[in-house]
């Protein structure tokens, strides 16, 4: 009798109580693939300094890119280490998610196994990020489509590349292969599922619905351009060298531009306590995904609509509402938001911080993550809804209405009106209440566009 109770616990009970605490978290396991976790040492792998010696341009190139600081940028080290490692330990289920972080950021450390790694500080493999062997070593993606770095990598003398090359090097043997001309290969680590099995990162799949894909233009077509260059010191010069750049938005030179602006109003001429409507029209010429794409969580683009009367003195314009649905997440104002901050950083009277920091009225180009309660959060990995999408889609026209009634103190003569669209990596009130260095929250000027009115006496 008691062992048959003893059994039936095991069987029925234990799994249902498992299933239920599950539940009560509401996480499923992320990964779709074999895991490589603890698979490897580091010792089975080359450190990028390695293929410096014969590679030293695109080691340059490389070492200035985000992708060789993925591990070590200050805003991930606080992110890792002060919000998802210390979320992890108030509850368990999310260990399995949070050692994943470092699947993307730090491959070989996730393949080594001990969580969490080494502090930047310390100086160990980890720090390599997403090195050279990373990549060079992939063969293949084990999921369709590719998510949560779902690579197949195998370490040894053996790495892979896009073409044939012309020589062998002593250093190791190269295999062509064509999975580093697909997008799927930058969706390994460029599309995100969370524990809550939301799409918290999904630039490739947004690619892939987009229109440069129908086009055949490729994240390596604009991220790593080809041009004349050096792949090796023993070789020769090629036309069509894949540069590594891996330029994005930490890039102000890459965001300047993403969209063209132009503003109009519906009349020329106006006296105070008329209404001029001005209309912004926003064009994304340049991003193959959204804008903001990536990390969504973290990133606003918004656009504030000035007018200048002829003495100087300036006006603010509130953006006109459209009326769809979770349109107020679009538009600044004061409201506290991210109070899921407050289970790690282990906080009893949290109120929040202000969502958006920027002037108020002005239209914001984002989608918001929510938390369980609702509240928009930073955290990805706690996230357990998103918002209404509204960022700018590639080759996408937005168009903004600012129904302006003209102040009865507005100087007579030319009233210039300025749009201008401004882009940030970290919402500010997030970077300076986490104390990220200011780089982070800087604002970056996408583009601008001014038109002029006449205001009658
Ligand atoms: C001893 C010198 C040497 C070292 C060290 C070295 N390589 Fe190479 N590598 C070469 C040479 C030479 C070529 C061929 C260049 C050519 O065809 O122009 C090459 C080609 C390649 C290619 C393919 C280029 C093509 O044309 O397809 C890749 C990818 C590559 N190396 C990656 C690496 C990685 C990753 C490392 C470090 C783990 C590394 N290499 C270390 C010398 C070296
Ligand atoms: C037609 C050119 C183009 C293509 C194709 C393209 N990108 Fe981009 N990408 C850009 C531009 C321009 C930016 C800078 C503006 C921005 O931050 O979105 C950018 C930014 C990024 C960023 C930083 C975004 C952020 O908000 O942090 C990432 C990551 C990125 N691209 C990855 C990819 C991947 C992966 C692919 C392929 C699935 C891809 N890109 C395809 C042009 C392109
Ligand atoms: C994020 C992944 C990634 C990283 C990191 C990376 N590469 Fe590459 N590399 C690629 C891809 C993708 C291609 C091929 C692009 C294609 O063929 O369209 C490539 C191509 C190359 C080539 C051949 C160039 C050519 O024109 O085809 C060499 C050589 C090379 N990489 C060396 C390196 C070295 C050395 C490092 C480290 C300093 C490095 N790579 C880091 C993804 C990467
Ligand atoms: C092994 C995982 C991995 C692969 C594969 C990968 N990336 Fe990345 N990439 C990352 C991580 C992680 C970052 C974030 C760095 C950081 O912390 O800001 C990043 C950053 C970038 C950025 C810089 C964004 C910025 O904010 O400036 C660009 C651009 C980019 N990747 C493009 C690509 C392209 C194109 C490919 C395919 C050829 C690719 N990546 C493949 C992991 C990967
Ligand atoms: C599936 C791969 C993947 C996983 C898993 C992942 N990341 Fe990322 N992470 C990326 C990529 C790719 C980017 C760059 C996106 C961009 O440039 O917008 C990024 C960007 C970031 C950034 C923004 C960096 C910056 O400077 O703007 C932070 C912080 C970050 N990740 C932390 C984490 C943490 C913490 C976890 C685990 C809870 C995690 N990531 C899990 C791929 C991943």
Redesign the pocket.
């Known amino acids: 009798m008691k062992s048959r109770f003893t059994s039936t616990l095991l069987l029925v009970i234990v799994p249902a109580a498992i299933l239920l605490t599950l539940a009560a978290f509401n996480i499923i396991r992320s990964l779709p693939q074999e895991d490589l976790k603890g698979k490897y040492q580091y010792k089975d792998f080359e450190p990028a300094l390695k293929c410096r010696s014969c590679h030293p341009g695109i080691y340059e190139q490389w070492s200035q890119a985000?992708m060789s600081q993925a591990y070590t940028h200050h805003w991930d080290e606080i992110e890792y280490f002060e919000l998802a490692v210390p979320h992890a330990e108030v509850n368990p289920a999310l260990k399995d998610p949070v050692d994943g972080c470092n699947g993307c950021h730090t491959p070989m450390a996730y393949m080594v196994g001990k969580f969490p790694p080494p502090r930047p500080g310390e100086k160990s493999m980890a720090n390599e990020s997403v090195s050279c062997e990373v990549c060079h070593l992939t063969q293949r993606a084990q999921v369709d489509p590719p998510f949560n770095f779902s690579y197949f990598i195998e370490p040894g003398r053996t790495k892979y590349s896009g073409r044939e090359p012309e020589i062998q090097s002593p250093a190791h043997k190269i295999v062509q292969n064509d999975f580093f001309r697909t997008?799927e290969f930058?969706?390994n680590c460029?599309n995100e599922k969370n524990p809550y099995g939301i799409w918290v990162k999904s630039?490739?799949l947004?690619?892939?619905e987009g229109p440069?894909a129908k086009e055949g233009?490729?994240?390596?077509?604009?991220?790593m351009p080809k041009g004349p260059y050096i792949l090796a010191l023993m070789g020769k010069e090629r036309d069509d060298a894949r540069l590594h750049l891996f330029?994005?938005?930490?890039?102000p030179g890459?965001?300047r531009g993403?969209i063209e602006l132009r503003i109009e109003p519906d009349v020329r001429l106006a006296e105070p306590g008329e209404n001029i409507v001005f209309t912004v029209a926003l064009f994304n010429q340049?991003?193959?995904?959204?804008?903001?794409?990536?990390?969504?969580e973290?990133?606003i683009a918004w656009l504030d609509v000035e007018a200048t009367d002829a003495k100087g003195k300036t006006y603010h314009l509130n953006v006109d509402k459209k009326g769809f649905e979770g349109e107020e997440y679009t538009i600044s104002g004061d409201y506290l938001a991210y109070q899921d901050m407050a289970i790690p950083l282990k906080l009893t009277d949290f109120r929040g911080v202000q969502r958006d920091g920027i002037p108020y009225g002005n239209r914001i180009f984002r989608m918001p993550y929510f938390d369980e309660q609702g509240n928009m959060t930073i955290m990805q990995w706690n996230t357990f809804s998103q918002g209404v999408d509204y960022r700018i889609g590639?080759r996408e026209t937005k168009v903004e209405k600012f129904t302006f009634k003209i102040p009865y103190e507005a100087a007579p003569g030319e009233m210039k009106v300025r749009a201008v669209l401004n882009?940030q990596?970290l919402v500010k009130p997030v970077a300076d209440y986490l104390k990220v260095p200011s780089d982070e929250s800087e604002i970056i000027m996408v583009n601008e566009h001014s038109t002029r009115v006449e205001i009658l006496p």
């Not at 233009?217 to 991220?223: I, W």
């Open positions: 985000m997008t930058c969706g460029h630039t490739q947004e690619w892939k440069y233009v490729r994240c390596q077509d604009c991220h330029h994005g938005a930490h890039d890459k965001v993403t340049k991003t193959g995904h959204k804008f903001p794409t990536g990390s969504v973290d990133r590639p882009y990596l």
